[in-house]
């Protein structure tokens, strides 16, 4: 890898600029069109600094960070890949090819978790589609102009933000908007801006979100978070340039109004981490008195390796990071590509986290953003004559689930919570009648979510 400080100019190519790229140009023909079949159905896009500081190009197809951010054919299933193949081979138009990739887009379950029904909150009877407020202490907020990213992860679990299944998307213009329901949910001590990646927006526009709430006296919220993947796929956006010294300025006039910045950084693999400009980006964050906490999923042919884990939480704590979660690829687009086992992303997890001290075991996981929270897969036991898993609630959509601990039986093949069978002969886990009961009153939409979150709590 070359080690270079100096930003080349900013370039993004998109599926229409595929034969630009001179590293692709020299693929074999084959591989050239199934790429483009592929990233017909799926969002792509990708920059120079990735392209040419952190792909390996000597290693593809199998290297890592291209199965990352370029669309691979076994993310389609044959019919619809050979479907696909046929169309750009025949120079089909971009009509026909749209027409046949929102086809396969629409069977890949566009928004899972129940995001829509269950976390898009209300003020004064108005949905706020551009926000999310799932557990007590965060709201999400999806600024309008942050809802594209420096370059795709392939894996992405908001693919249909960036495929423009329009009626899906989530965002928001008005800050305003904001600042009055933290006002009516002062039990909301977090914001995180989210996205897409909300560095991309300039500094000036996030300004326009930020200053209201440091500047309004929103007291009950502490804590403002960024999501990103601009430390890894354009760290210049925090070391180089006039926007990148403000906002610098902006985190610590943050800081200074007496709250935390969070910068929830989403590193995959650790040569992410490995770039000169990658480790200045980090450095220079923490300089401002915010932190860096790092998550991300485990995904088959990028992550699922212990080593890739274990170094990388290293260089995190070497850094300042702080190793937060890892997580398991949630159930959308082309999780039949991407997927681990549950039982393979524990014992991945373990041998990674075994291997390095203390200071990176911050890390949880892995951990499952399901419908009902965020669930821990925290081990194997033996029961009597039965083999569990033990999970864990890190987060629950009922405040009370947190810390709580249930048990599954054990399945080698399981990849989501909803594969699972609750251990001891029960019908049921504790949670599913909660959820059944909030699906319905949210369907009546009779109530508040609020007094629905209270009522069903009381019973629960
Ligand atoms: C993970 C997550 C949060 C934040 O949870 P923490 O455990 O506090 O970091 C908030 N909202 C949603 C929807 C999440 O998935």
Redesign the pocket.
């Known amino acids: 890898m070359t080690r270079t400080t100096e930003p080349k100019p900013y370039k993004v190519f998109q599926r229409k600029q595929l034969d630009k790229i001179e590293q692709i140009k020299v693929l074999p023909r084959e591989q050239r069109e199934a790429l483009d079949a592929v990233s017909a159905v799926f969002p792509f896009r990708v920059n120079g600094y990735v392209i040419d500081e952190l792909i390996d190009w000597s290693k593809v197809p199998d290297d890592p960070m291209f199965q990352l951010t370029f669309p691979q054919r076994g993310m389609l299933e044959t019919r619809d890949f050979d479907k696909m193949m046929r169309l750009v081979r025949r120079g089909a138009t971009d009509e026909e090819i749209k027409n046949a990739a929102r086809r396969i887009q629409m069977k890949m379950n566009p928004h899972p978790a129940g995001q829509i029904e269950l976390?898009v909150p209300r003020l004064d009877e108005q949905q706020l589609k551009g926000m999310?407020h799932?557990?007590r202490?965060?709201v999400?907020f999806f600024p309008a102009q942050g809802q594209t990213c420096h370059a795709y992860c392939t894996y992405c679990f908001r693919w249909a933000q960036f495929v423009g299944i329009d009626e899906l998307k989530f965002v928001e213009r008005e800050a305003d908007t904001l600042v009055r329901y933290l006002r009516r949910h002062p039990e909301a001590s977090?914001v995180?801006f989210t996205g897409g990646d909300p560095m991309v927006m300039s500094t000036k526009v996030m300004r326009r979100y930020v200053e209201p709430l440091i500047h309004s006296g929103v007291e009950s919220l502490r804590t403002i978070r960024f999501g990103t993947k601009a430390p890894a796929y354009w760290p210049y956006r925090f070391t180089h340039g006039p926007d990148a010294d403000d906002l610098m300025r902006m985190f610590e006039e943050i800081v200074a109004s007496g709250r935390h910045v969070a910068v929830m950084a989403h590193f995959s693999h650790p040569r992410e981490l490995e770039t000169e400009v990658a480790q200045q980006a980090v450095r220079r964050i923490l300089s401002t008195g915010a932190t860096v906490r790092c998550q991300a999923p485990l995904i088959r042919h990028v992550n699922d390796d212990p080593g890739a884990w274990a170094s990388m939480w290293q260089r995190q704590v070497e850094l300042g990071a702080v190793p937060?979660?890892m997580f398991v690829e949630r159930d959308t687009g082309a999780r039949n590509y991407f997927e681990v086992p549950l039982a393979r992303a524990l014992e991945i997890f373990n041998a990674a986290y075994s291997s390095v001290s203390g200071l990176a075991r911050t890390v949880r996981g892995p951990s499952m953003?399901a419908t009902p929270g965020?669930v821990l897969i925290d081990g194997v036991v033996h029961v009597g004559d039965e083999k569990l898993f033990a999970l864990k609630f890190?987060?629950g959509r009922n405040p009370r689930w947190s810390n709580r601990v249930f048990y599954a039986k054990f399945d080698p093949g399981a990849v989501w919570l909803d594969d699972l069978v609750p251990a001891f002969g029960e019908d049921e886990f504790f949670f599913e009648h909660y959820l059944d009961e909030l699906h319905r009153r949210r369907a009546e939409s009779a109530s508040e979510p609020d007094d629905v979150q209270d009522t069903i709590a009381a019973q629960a």
């Open positions: 976390n999310q799932k557990y202490e965060t999400l977090d995180l937060y979660y953003s965020k890190l987060q």
